[in-house]
Nanobody, 124 residues
Framework: QVQLVESGGGLVQAGGSLRLSCAASGRTFRNVAMGWFRQAPGKEREFVAAISWSGGNTYYADSVKGRFTVSRDNAKNTVYLQMNSLKPEDTAVYYC?????????????????WGQGTQVTVSS
């Protein structure tokens, strides 16, 4: 079992920045890949970013590439999502998730453990 708790969401103006954190507890954190997903009202949950267990590989949705950066600190059992140049369309509940898989990290069905989500609101 892996327990995940997100933090760092909030209200920010367009063009601003936020850093989300996801603290993990339970089984060995360094053996799992981590992903970030988001869900806006009335929309499907979508992939945002993912990072391999070692941190050596990262993956991004086209919509956030160049603006968001995913990273992890295995010593602190924490994964981060640095979000810069935020846009109103980034408004959503952001979820972190963990998986034993090394492939399909863009696919929410690959993930076994999910956090409760944190709200990000970007005003225009």
């Amino acid at each position: 079992q892996v327990q995940l708790v997100e933090s760092g969401g909030g209200l920010v103006q367009a063009g601003g920045s936020l850093r989300l954190s996801c603290a993990a507890s339970g089984r060995t954190f360094r053996n799992v890949a981590m992903g970030w997903f988001r869900q806006a009202p009335g929309k499907e949950r979508e992939f945002v970013a993912a990072i391999s267990w070692s941190g050596g590989n990262t993956y991004y949705a086209d919509s956030v590439k160049g603006r968001f950066t995913v990273s992890r600190d295995n010593a602190k059992n924490t994964v981060y999502l640095q979000m810069n140049s935020l846009k109103p369309e980034d408004t959503a509940v952001y979820y972190c998730a963990a998986t034993d898989e090394i492939w399909r990290l863009y696919d929410s069905r690959a993930y076994d453990y999910w956090g409760q989500g944190t709200q990000v609101t970007v005003s225009s």
